[in-house]
T-cell receptor
Framework: DGGITQSPKYLFRKEGQNVTLSCEQN?????MYWYRQDPGQGLRLIYY???????QKGDIAEGYSVSREKKESFPLTVTSAQKNPTAFYLC????????????FGPGTRLLVL | RKEVEQDPGPFNVPEGATVAFNCTYS??????FFWYRQDCRKEPKLLMS???SGNEDGRFTAQLNRASQYISLLIRDSKLSDSATYLC??????????FGTGTSLTVIP
């Protein structure tokens, strides 16, 4: 089946720890995105990538890092510099950047111990 | 001012009712518009794109009013399965997507 997968579904982070969230797509989409969703707020863009080996910061990139070594994969690392990491993290992809429809993965819920 | 604003609701409607949601956007240069549906603790899923001429998909109708800078979603003959949060999404340009906070709908038997 074609789609976007995210793992793990739930992730627990200890103070000072870096954690990495996985996002994989087999839709042959060029563009991939990471969003964060907090209660009562709209999705906010963390990072996006339109092509392999290239990515740009979104509105709330501080405390996060990404890589795009393969077209199919766009992992997100939540670093210890992110002081309020508890949120629902959503990965999305689209055929190209711009106004193309985005399709979302099932999300990863990150909790701080 | 937020880029996209939605009435958070909740909207509680009986089965079979017609319900409408509005969403306003602040930037007149916005190019593309979408409605997504999000079930509790799940990812958003595309419901429909919104075109200038308006578009319909079964019981769902979306309208765009560029002059007043709002989009709307009309759901006719509401079903229990329509209960969800509906997100308004606006694309300004390139990769700039702005999401509303969502409107909660509960359809009551």
């Amino acid at each position: 089946d074609g789609g976007i997968t995210q793992s793990p579904k739930y992730l627990f982070r200890k103070e000072g720890q870096n954690v990495t969230l996985s996002c994989e797509q087999n839709l042959n989409h060029d563009a991939m995105y990471w969003y964060r969703q907090d209660p009562g707020q709209g999705l906010r863009l963390i990072y996006y990538s339109q092509i392999v080996n290239d990515f740009q910061k979104g509105d709330i990139a501080e405390g996060y890092s990404v890589s795009r070594e393969k077209k199919e994969s766009f992992p997100l690392t939540v670093t210890s510099a992110q002081k309020n990491p508890t949120a629902f993290y959503l990965c999305a992809s689209s055929r190209q950047g711009g106004a193309e429809t985005q399709y979302f993965g099932p999300g990863t819920r990150l909790l701080v111990l | 001012r937020k880029e996209v604003e939605q009435d958070p609701g909740p909207f509680n409607v009986p089965e079979g009712a017609t319900v409408a949601f509005n969403c306003t956007y602040s930037n007149s240069a916005s190019q593309s518009f979408f409605w997504y549906r999000q079930d509790c603790r799940k990812e958003p899923k595309l419901l429909m794109s919104v075109y200038s001429s308006g578009n319909e998909d079964g019981r769902f109708t979306a309208q765009l009013n560029r002059a007043s800078q709002y989009i709307s979603l009309l759901i006719r003959d509401s079903k229990l399965s329509d209960s969800a949060t509906y997100l308004c999404v606006v694309n300004l340009s390139g990769n700039q997507f702005y999401f509303g906070t969502g409107t909660s709908l509960t359809v009551i038997p």
